[in-house]
């Protein structure tokens, strides 16, 4: 009898040395599939072709290539610069939809105050692009062209080669504007 328990004892250690083993091992998978699959959601990246742009564009979670910087810098400046009174409230709502939410309260008000003004004055602008420059790591674009402005009755109130800054960021994989400004000295990155 005291050798079946001593037995017994010695068999129930093997087998909770053998289930500690076993989860052990169980918990250095898990951890070791976490860190695999974190890092792969953060290298993975998209491919877009949507409908309207020329090529194809790289999209990860942080990072976007440079011509999705190219393609979204055309749609920021032609929402923001090429406008009429009649379409300039929606394409500034639509150039707000960008925005990240810091940066959304300052814009709006000023974007809306500018449709108003535009509605008043029945200015129409156009935007021309002549150059884009952009740096990566600082996440900023600097924008160069030709803005035409003038009134309902033909009239010009300008045609000036202008630049803009356009600051940016990347939120998983959502491209946000944080700033947008025309750039009146050292206009250079």
């Known amino acids: 009898m005291l050798k079946d328990y001593l037995e017994e004892k010695v068999f129930l250690r093997q087998q909770n040395r053998f289930l500690r083993f076993f989860i052990f091992l169980l918990c250095i998978s898990f951890i070791i599939n976490s860190y695999i699959v974190f890092r792969t959601l953060k290298l993975q990246k998209t491919i877009l072709v949507p409908v309207g742009l020329s090529r194809q564009v790289i999209v990860s979670s942080e990072e976007v290539d440079q011509a999705y910087i190219e393609e979204m810098t055309k749609l920021i400046v032609y929402h923001a610069l090429s406008y009429t009174p009649q379409s300039v409230e929606w394409q500034f709502k639509k150039l707000l939809d ?92």
């Not at 630049?163 to 400004?181: A, H, N, P, Q, W």
Request: neutral net charge.
């Open 98 to 189: 960008l925005f990240a939410p810091e940066a959304y309260p300052k814009y709006e008000g000023a974007f809306m105050r500018l449709a108003k003004d535009v509605k008043e004055t029945g200015v129409t602008s156009s935007f021309y692009i002549t150059s884009i420059e952009y740096d990566l790591v600082r996440k900023r674009i600097l924008v160069g062209g030709y803005l035409y402005q003038w009134l309902q009755d033909k009239k010009f109130v300008t045609d000036d080669h202008k630049y803009y800054f356009i600051d940016y960021d990347v939120r998983y994989g959502k491209f946000m504007l944080t700033g947008f400004e025309e750039c009146t000295q050292n206009c250079k990155l």
